[in-house]
């Protein structure tokens, strides 16, 4: 077996050798003219003039070879006590029945279609519908607002909206249908048609969870049962073809969307599969995250389908649903052989139980590695899940826009040296530098900003959804010829990565990106605000939470902590519950530079506890000291 660097090198020298070779784990209508061409698109384009489809890929090829009886998807729901094993065969047929109604409603090539489902079998039929007639899907994440909802809408334009009745939390059911309707209401463009899956709950609801509008929705169930047995052929699609939209949070309140073509999607996902999860046909690979979130598109709904082996989609928390031990029994009685989760997820389980008594019952020897995503890692949460079941835990950086790991330890090559806080080194086709802020390579060991030698691999985004423009300035202007990924770290001398923070307002809560802009621009709506700002501040848990201060205006009379609950629900309200907009304080000024810049980080320590001075450059030191009070008063952390 070839060597990681034996590999990364190969990549560096011979790309098109090297992901021509990838591209041979996929199955293809027709080849590609050239693997990279660097004359199309924003920096070229991967795969340029192949055919293929991702759910002919993902579906029928396994079918066809003979794996249809084997299981495809493991549901497993304590919030909803369900669980399904759906084989290939079944999806291929649900599959296909959704995607003859689609086309019956006039869904074809191109349209887009937007998802907004919890975690639910229905959820996979849905995106595979889309993908075998050539639709462009839209996932978007249960926890958003209806506002954010209508955002989406707005962008992407989706003449169809396949949705579920509600999301169950622990602490309540989430009306998915109504928030739909609600964000229809509020979106300028309009739908054509809703599909509703009507989900059968014991817990108690509010009335009129699933109500189908006639001639605009249709009833999910009766659309598969009618459609049964119809046969859709996969649709000839161009690798460069647009396979799926995600949103993310940029600097403002109106999120990026990023396109993911099909080819280099598929291919980099495949060789993922084995290079660096190490998950094999017939395998077992457990995602514990969301299908709303990329590390949810990658690695529960496509990867582990395309090479062949078995997901589990889990609905649930990982504590609380029913206890801390809930991951490691799915471990055991699904025989997983790669787990994958986020640290926050790791610490909710280390905090309810620090002995690990709830895995003591599980024994798990097929179980080779766990891999986290989403955040930094604490090395103390990595050591104490070593300790649990003595396997890898393997660290791996991320971005929406990349669609796979930046960094990783490559387990299917070799496991690496592991150094903890590190996602250690980067994976073939990311060429990744240090730059200080005038654009200039730093020293190893030198703080910076991480930016990536264009262009970047296959898999990562091609460019924004209908935005060349916006996708220019926001990575490419920067550092020219570098892809700036707004986070900054060092890589040390042996070339190991460390992703310490971003350069931008953007926050990372309970492995969920935010944009702490978004939020202020929320706050900045209040009719008695008349100033704000938001910073993300350490959290114990979820690594950072978002603290907003508010300057009220003048002549507001009313209590500042009756406006502060008004903020916490506006928030609620505009962005989602996935906030956890909790803390704000109402300040008399808010600290400034005399040039008018907010000194948030100086805030940020302050609240941290961490070492800060006063910047010589302030308008106005009591601005500080009256942060400093309120945190004696309040409790943070
Ligand atoms: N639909 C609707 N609401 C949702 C939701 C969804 N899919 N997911 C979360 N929410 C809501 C929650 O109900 C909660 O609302 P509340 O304020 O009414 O309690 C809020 O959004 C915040 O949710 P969450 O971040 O999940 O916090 P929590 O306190 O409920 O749970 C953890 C804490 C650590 C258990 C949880 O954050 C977790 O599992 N994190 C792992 C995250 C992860 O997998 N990230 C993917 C990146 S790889
Ligand atoms: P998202 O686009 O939601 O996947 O969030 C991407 C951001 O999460 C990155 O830009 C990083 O700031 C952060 N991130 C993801 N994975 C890691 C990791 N392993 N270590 C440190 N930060 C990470």
């Given at each position: 077996m070839s060597s990681y660097k034996q590999i990364y090198d190969k990549c560096l020298k011979h790309p098109d050798e090297f992901w021509g070779e990838a591209a041979r784990l996929i199955d293809w209508f027709k080849p590609y003219?050239?693997?990279?061409?660097?004359?199309?698109?924003v920096y070229g384009r991967w795969f340029t003039g192949g055919k293929t489809n991702a759910c002919y890929n993902a579906v029928d090829r396994h079918v066809k070879a003979g794996r249809g009886a084997q299981v495809a998807i493991y549901y497993d729901s304590p919030v909803s006590n369900a669980k399904r094993a759906i084989t290939y065969q079944q999806l291929y047929e649900e599959v296909q029945a959704l995607a003859a109604f689609m086309q019956d409603i006039g869904i074809k090539k191109g349209d887009r279609v937007l998802i907004y489902m919890p975690m639910i079998p229905q959820v996979f039929t849905s995106v595979f519908a889309c993908t075998r007639i050539g639709a462009v899907h839209s996932v978007v994440f249960g926890g958003f607002s209806a506002k954010e909802l209508a955002i989406r809408i707005d962008d992407c334009k989706p003449k169809l909206i396949i949705a579920a009745s509600c999301g169950i939390e622990p602490n309540r059911i989430v009306p998915y249908q109504a928030m739909v309707n609600q964000a229809i209401d509020m979106a300028k463009h309009e739908v054509d048609h809703c599909i509703v899956h009507e989900r059968p709950i014991t817990q108690k609801a509010p009335e009129g969870l699933f109500t189908l509008k006639e001639g605009r929705d249709f009833d999910y169930a009766k659309v598969l049962k009618e459609n049964m047995g119809r046969k859709v052929p996969c649709v000839e699609l161009s690798a460069t073809d647009p396979l799926y939209i995600l949103y993310t949070s940029g600097t403002t309140g109106k999120p990026k969307g990023v396109m993911r073509d099909i080819g280099g999607y598929i291919v980099a996902l495949a060789w993922t599969m084995g290079a660096v999860f190490n998950v094999k046909p017939g395998e077992v690979m457990f995602t514990a995250s969301d299908v709303g979130w990329v590390v949810g598109h990658s690695y529960i709904l496509y990867a582990p389908l395309i090479v062949g082996a078995t997901t589990v989609l889990f609905e649930g928390k990982p504590i609380g649903t029913p206890d801390p031990g809930t991951f490691w029994r799915i471990c055991e009685e699904y025989n997983v052989r790669s787990f994958f989760s986020a640290p926050t997820a790791f610490r909710s389980i280390k905090r309810e139980d620090p002995n690990g008594n709830y895995a003591k019952p599980y024994k798990l020897p097929n179980l080779q590695a766990m891999f986290v995503a989403g955040e930094r890692a604490d090395p103390d949460t990595l050591q104490w899940v070593t300790n649990l079941f003595h396997v890898p835990v393997i660290d791996n950086w991320w971005q929406t826009e990349t669609g796979?790991?930046?960094?990783?330890?490559p387990l299917g090559l070799e496991l690496l040296p592991i150094k903890p806080g590190s996602p250690t080194l980067p994976m073939p086709g990311f060429i990744i530098d240090v730059l200080d802020d005038d654009g200039n390579k730093v020293a190893p060991g030198t703080f910076g900003n991480l930016a990536f030698r264009l262009p970047l691999p296959p898999g990562c985004l091609p460019t924004l959804w209908n935005a060349d423009e916006q996708f220019k300035k926001t990575y490419l202007e920067r550092f020219p010829g570098f892809y700036n990924s707004s986070d900054a770290g060092y890589i040390d001398e042996d070339g190991y990565v460390f992703v310490m923070s971003r350069t931008d307002d953007i926050i990372n809560v309970a492995g969920h990106r935010l944009s702490t802009g978004g939020m202020e621009e929320a706050l900045a709506g209040h009719q008695d605000i008349a100033e704000c700002a938001v910073i993300g501040i350490k959290d114990n848990l979820k690594g950072q939470v978002p603290c907003g201060f508010i300057v009220l205006k003048h002549n507001v009379e009313r209590e500042d902590a009756i406006i502060e609950k008004e903020c916490i629900a506006r928030i609620r309200e505009i962005i989602g519950p996935v906030a956890a907009f909790k803390l704000v304080m109402t300040v008399r000024k808010l600290p400034k530079t005399r040039s008018g810049k907010i000194l948030r980080a100086v805030i940020r320590k302050i609240i941290d506890g961490d070492e800060w001075s006063i910047p010589s450059t302030i308008e106005d030191p009591s601005t500080l000291e009256e942060i400093q009070e309120l945190v004696k008063t309040r409790h943070f952390g």
């Open positions: 003219d050239k693997v990279f061409d660097k004359d199309a698109g796979w790991p930046i960094a990783a330890n």
